[in-house]
Every structure is written in structure tokens, then in C-alpha cells.
């Protein structure tokens, strides 16, 4: 794809003949004619017949079918009739139960129907987003979503929150600078991507790519082009189909050439009637053969194993893939919000005084006055909102933002001076400054990067009084800030200045300021995922962290919730080729950070030839590939539509020791399903044997074909329904995966 990010604005505006009047309705008209639609690809909605008709794919079942074929061509159509009645309520559970399969690209079209603001004419109007061609210039503000792929021409504060597409877990700070290099997706900050959404700010761009040329358009040719693996047990049942098959036709076309012979030995001779009834026999050894409740059996087990599974918070959308879990022997997992809790957290707030720990907060009496000032710094400083509602906590703004007034809501401070003035945030200065209300006249708060701070600072608060901000104070507050970095935190540092009452309401000036302290925040980890993560590895299960986040952010969670090894990056991956890349997930590595959707189509796909079987969670659009392709899709609740719509299940509620408890309950679900199988076969092989020793004895058959088929639905399939309820074995997560195939 074209690199928007490497040209200048002016490159931009003579590429696609257009300034920044916009264009106008006779060349919007002529491009639309050239570059199509600002539209996805639509995929057709699932055929209801055709979703019947899958039920039917099934060796097992075209035994049945063709025992029916065969039945009715000899007359025998009580037996045709009752066996096509098994089929057709086997096939009708399997409908019911997957109905509403997956719409992925339906989807992903629906995220990208919104309006857009576009510069037409010359006038600033509203248009739908179908209807943006490359050229126009579109304006976007806080709560819009992003119409089209664009290059930035003017940023104002713009945040722009891309999770969804990038996997970054924090709002990224857009520009409209040049850049240079070959960049990530995540990296190019003067773009802007389609069905992303803008978290604060305003900015105009020059539309560049609409469609199917946009990232999502690439990313929904990912979900169009992967395809689905068989389940092990579907492998299992059609290569056990297979076998039977042939044991079926060996034993019946034995049957037929030891009746005919001894037929033809007493009167030298084979009459019609005899052979009719001798393929009778055959048909009754070929029901005999054929677990006919089989296909009923493990439908009806894995409907009720649906059904455990909601009550441990995982919603199946595809029947099959319930007993894959049973299976599953690598897990690979987004980082945010299923390994963390998605909600930026201030740990641990730093003055020269001390280090709090805000896990447990403490009270505002025991606060001295250097860490009140923090906490107020940060409220101060502070665009975001957060009240309380019905719901609990709500909350609008900036993430990070909103992590600060959540910390100053733990130890009981609150501002309630007016603003008097602001120099806004930029990425350039990397800091934001206020003026506040004060009784006796005001204050400056400024918040930002410590080196930023640091820089504008010359005093500090030590003891309880400002003194000078020397190198070695300096030092340490460096010191500190590297230590937190180095955990991959999130470090904010603020400072201070106080303005006698006629100096009230002048300009900021950003200079001679006293340094307050430090507050480092991170997306903690879920308290439950150590544990969870400890289970799978009793169980024998891989877990794998790929994560749009950075080196030191992936390793870091990776080693406070136990996910230890070589961290891989996209870049990285990208120079590999696929034996380059196997031979390393052979050899450990299991941290993946600054991926791109590719590398995790990628990825599983390697693991998949490595004969793993794949469980792939994630709640993105970027996800959506990758679920599609791993034999086990997992999404999140709070997942993008497309994600949940390309899953095989839905977790209803995110945290990952859900997915561990899904695994639990697969193995139980295909354990009971073997046991079924086991008790099904073993009465087909007496039921073989009764009428084959009949047959050599020269005896009329003791059972026919009806007879045959009640006790293989009733008799047999009754008892081996009661397996689909049995309980699980204490140390089921305590042994290795089923293998694959």
C-alpha cells in the first residue's frame, strides 16, 4: 500500500488535484465513477438452505443416506422412512443451533456507515461516508468516526483511539508533520484510518484511500480469504465414517457371496427373490454397522455442552467447534482487555517525600501538602469527565486523563477553582499547562512527559518547602522516572506556580515553575489471569501474548502475569521468513508486540501447520483475520461486532480465565462424546456379529433392519445421551490436550 505518511501536504493536495477549498460536486461525481464507493465488499448473508444442507456433510451420514437409496430400491420403505427421519432431525438440531453464522464482512460494512463532514464547493457540509472519493477534504472532532483512510493537514489536540485497528491500548497523539521511514500502521500519527473514532481534538485531512483500498478494506480481503479448519472430532468422525464404510461393504459383499454361493451349490442356481432377499441381509448388516444415533447423539451432547458453556460465560456461535476446545493446545491472546483490565490505572504517585501506592489508597488526612498538590495537579490539568451514575462510574475523556481524576477520586481531592487560561497539549512541547482560580489569586498547573517538566523547572517541593531544583534532585527524580519507565509504565510528571491577584488571568508562562512529583499508570493486569495462566500450563496448553503494544509493555505484563520468553516484533517478524518464524515458535517464543493483522493470520497459521490446534482471542477489527482462521475463534463481549462476528464464541465477560474455564468445559464435552461413541459401537459390534453368525448358520435373521434401528436409537442412544451430562474428572485440566487429528 502507498505510504501517505512519507509525503508532504503539497505532494498530497498535487497527487489528488485538490486544495483545501475541497472539491467540487462534478469532480466528486467524476471520481466516484473512477475510484467506485466508499464502501466494503459485501459478502451475501448466510442461505439458510445452504446451512441446512452442511448438516448433511458427514461420512457417517451418507452411510445412512445410502442405506436409504438402497432400502427404497428394493421396496423396503419402512426402513428408508425411519432412517430418513434419524438424518433429518440430526441435520435439524445441528441447523437450529448455528443459525445466524457468520456475517463478518456485513459487519465490517456497517462500522464504516457513518456521516462525515466534507468540504464541498467550498462549504462545509454533512455527507454520508459512501459517498467520500479521494480528494475531499473532510473535518473531524472529538466523538466522530473516522470516515476514510486520510492524510492530517491540520491536528488541534487530535487523540484518535485505534485499539480496534492497531491493537495500541492508549489514544494515539496525531500530527501533521511529514514523517520518514517505513512505518507501521500504529506509527504513522499524520494519517488518519477508517473506523477508527477521535477521543479529543479536531483535525482536517485529505481523504486518500476509500473502500476496499483502506486498511480495513485489507483487513476485511484477510477475513473474505481465510478459511475455516475442520474441528478433530469432525476429522475424527468422517476418517471413523471412512473405516466403517469399508468394513461395511466388505462384510455385506461377504454376506452376499457366501449366500449366493451356498445358494447356487444346493440348486445351481440364484433366483431374483433370493437376491433381494439376500441385499435385505445386506442392508440389515449395513444398519447393524452404522451407529445410527451417532450424528443425533453428538449434536444433542454438544447442544448441552452450549449450554454449560453460557453458564460459564462463553456464548458458542458455531456447534462444531465445542469439542475443539478439548483440543486446544496453544492459546494466542490479545493483551488488552483480556490479560488487562483495559482501563489506564495510576499505580503509584512519587513526591521527593515519598512513594504512595494508590492499590491501596490512603486517606486525605495522611496526605501531606506536596502530595494533595499532585492529585490537584492532575484534576487540574484535565479534560476529562467522571461522575457517578446508576451504572456505577462514568466516565468520558481521554484515558489517561481519566486515570488521573480516578486517582484523585481514591484519596478524596477535588478542584473546583475556575479556568482561567490554557496552552493546550502538543506533541512538540509534550506538556499542558492551566491557569487556576485561587482565593488570593491563581496558580499554573502543568502537566506532562518529566523531561518537559523538568526543563521549565527550577524549584521543587523537599520537606515540606521549595527549595532549589539542583543536579542532584534532578537525578533522582530522573532516576526514578527511568525506573517506572523500565516497568512500562506510564510516567506524567507536574509542576507549579502560584501568581499574586493582579498577575491573575495574564497568559500562561511556561517557565520558573516548582516541580510537585510523579504519577505512573499502567492497564493492569486482571487479578485472576496469574492463576488462569498458571491452569493452562498444568494442562498442557501454550499461551502466546500478540499485542499492537510495545516491546517493553508486552514483556512487562507478559512477566507480571507469567507469560515469560522472547518477544518478537512485527518489524522483526516481517524479515523472517515462515521456516525462520516456525523454528523460533518451536524454540519459545510466545510475546508478539507491534503486530499488524497479517502477522497474526500469520502466526496461527504457522502454529496450525506446526499441528497445533489454535484457540485465537481477540475484540478488534485487526482480530478478525485471525479468528476466522484459528480452529477456535474467541471474542470478547466488549469486542467490535466484527470480532464477535468472525468468532466461534463470544466471552460475556472478558477476562481470560473465562477462556480457561471454556477449555475445562470442552475437554468434559468431548470426553463424555467419546464415551457415547464407545457405548454406541460396542452395541453395533454384537448387532454385526447376531446377524453375520446367522447368516453362515443358514438361520432365518433374528432382527431386522426396524428392530435394528430401535435399538440403536432407543436402546443404545438413550444410555448414551446420559454421557452428555455426566461429570468431569477433578484432574481433567491436570493431562495433556487430545491430539489434533
Known sequence: MISFSNKSKEDIF?????DQTGLTQSEVLERRQRYGSNRLREAPPPSPLLLFIDQFKSFIIYILLFAVVFALAIGEYVDSLIIIAIVLLNALIGFFQEYGAAR??????????????????????????GSLVPGDIISVVAGDKIPADARIIVANRLLVEEAALTGESLPVDKESATLKGSLQIADQKNMLFSSTSVVSGRGQAVVVTTGMKTEIGAIAELVESAKEELTPLQRRLDSFGQRLGLVIIVICALVMMLSCGKEYLLL??????????????????????????????????????????????????????VETLGSCDVICTDKTGTLTCNQMTVRLAWTLKRELSLEAAPANDNLCQVEKLLFLAGTACNDAVIKRGDSGLETRGNPTEIALLVSAEKVGCHYYGQRLDEIPFDGLRKRMSVQMEEKDGARIYVKGAPDAILEISTRVW????????????????????????????????????????????????????????????????????????????????????????YRETARAIGKEVGIEGEVLTGMEMADLNDDELRERLKNGTNIFARVIPEHKQRIVTILQDLGHTVAMTGDGVNDAPALKKANIGIAVGSGTEVAKEAADFVLLDDSFSHIVNAIEEGRGIYDNIQKSIMLLLSGNLGEVLIIFLAVLAGWNLPLTAVMLLWINMVTDGAPALAFSVDGYGRNIMRRPPKPRD
Open 14 to 18: 498535487a497527487e489528488f488535484a485538490c
Open 104 to 129: 463478518s464482512l456485513a459487519a465490517l460494512k456497517e462500522m464504516t456507515e457513518v456521516m462525515a463532514t466534507a468540504r464541498r464547493d467550498g462549504v462545509w457540509q454533512s455527507v454520508k461516508s
Open 268 to 321: 445351481q442356481t440364484v433366483s431374483r427373490d433370493s437376491l433381494i432377499a439376500f441385499a435385505f441381509i445386506a442392508i440389515s448388516l449395513a444398519v447393524a454397522a452404522v451407529p445410527t444415533a451417532l450424528p443425533a447423539v453428538v449434536t444433542i451432547a454438544l447442544s448441552i455442552g452450549v449450554k454449560r458453556l453460557l453458564r460459564r460465560k462463553a456464548l458458542v456461535r458455531r456447534l462444531a467447534s
Open 462 to 549: 523537599l520537606n515540606g518547602e521549595v527549595v532549589s531544583l539542583n543536579d542532584k534532585l534532578r537525578d533522582l527524580i530522573i532516576s526514578q522516572n527511568d525506573f517506572y519507565a523500565g516497568q512500562a509504565m506510564r510516567v506524567l510528571a507536574f509542576a507549579c506556580s502560584d501568581l499574586d491577584g493582579e498577575k491573575a488571568g495574564s497568559p500562561v508562562i511556561e517557565s520558573d515553575l516548582i516541580f510537585i512529583g510523579l504519577q505512573a499508570m499502567v492497564d493492569p493486569p486482571r487479578p485472576d489471569v496469574r492463576q488462569a495462566i498458571t491452569k493452562t500450563y498444568a494442562a498442557g496448553i501454550q499461551v502466546i501474548m500478540i499485542t499492537g503494544d
